[in-house]
């Protein structure tokens, strides 16, 4: 059994005489070594996995100064947490508008295994992704949490979204960190 994994662009989706119609796209040197093993397994039944690389995030924004209402950053102990602004135009809450943002999950997994977090729910999601990357499957690692390893994955995708906005915010100091070296 030939198993092929990959990340593609999900490029269009199209129907047509009761078929759905789904292409991928990926630079060729990303794919070349898997180009046999897909020929093997075209136009055979297969199984396909489908999951954004990115995580939506949202922040507060103050439409009158045009400024985010909440940060994230270090803290003086090297703790990354969420910072407040103070609002300038108190009386008029319709002033703040919710902003969308995206991040690569890999941006978010790797600041969960690298920044200094104090994650409020039950699992310790850097552990979680450091035994994941060492082969260990959902499954294994939940035994320790006396969870499912469905229970497990859907708990390390909420930390993901809890991190988010974090993980953007770190991603944008170390670039500036990279382009003042």
């Known amino acids: 059994m030939t198993n092929v994994e990959f990340r593609p662009t999900l490029k269009s989706i199209g129907v047509a005489n009761d078929k759905v119609k789904i292409a991928l796209e990926i630079p060729k040197d990303k794919i070349a070594q898997y180009l046999g ?50 609002q300038t135009n108190l009386l008029d809450e319709n002033t703040i508008e919710d902003r969308e943002f995206m991040v690569e999950v890999d941006v978010v997994d790797e600041f969960i295994k690298t920044a200094q977090l104090d994650y409020p729910e039950g699992i310790d999601p850097a552990n979680v992704l ?49 382009s003042n070296d």
Not at 55 to 81: C, H, M
Not at 149 to 160: F, Q, S, T, Y
């Open 130 to 178: 450091e035994r994941l990357e060492q082969g260990e499957t959902y499954s294994d690692i939940a035994v320790e949490y006396e969870i499912t390893g469905d229970e497990l994955e859907a708990e390390l995708n909420v930390a993901r979204d809890y991190y988010a906005a974090y993980a953007s915010a770190w991603d944008r100091k170390r670039n500036e960190g990279k």
């Open 37 to 86: 093993s897909l020929a093997m397994l075209e136009g055979g039944k297969i199984t396909a996995s489908f999951r954004p690389e990115t995580i939506p995030f949202k922040i507060p924004y103050d439409r009158s100064t045009n400024a985010p209402a909440v940060r994230y950053d270090e803290n003086e102990d090297g703790l990354w947490q969420e910072f407040k602004e103070e």
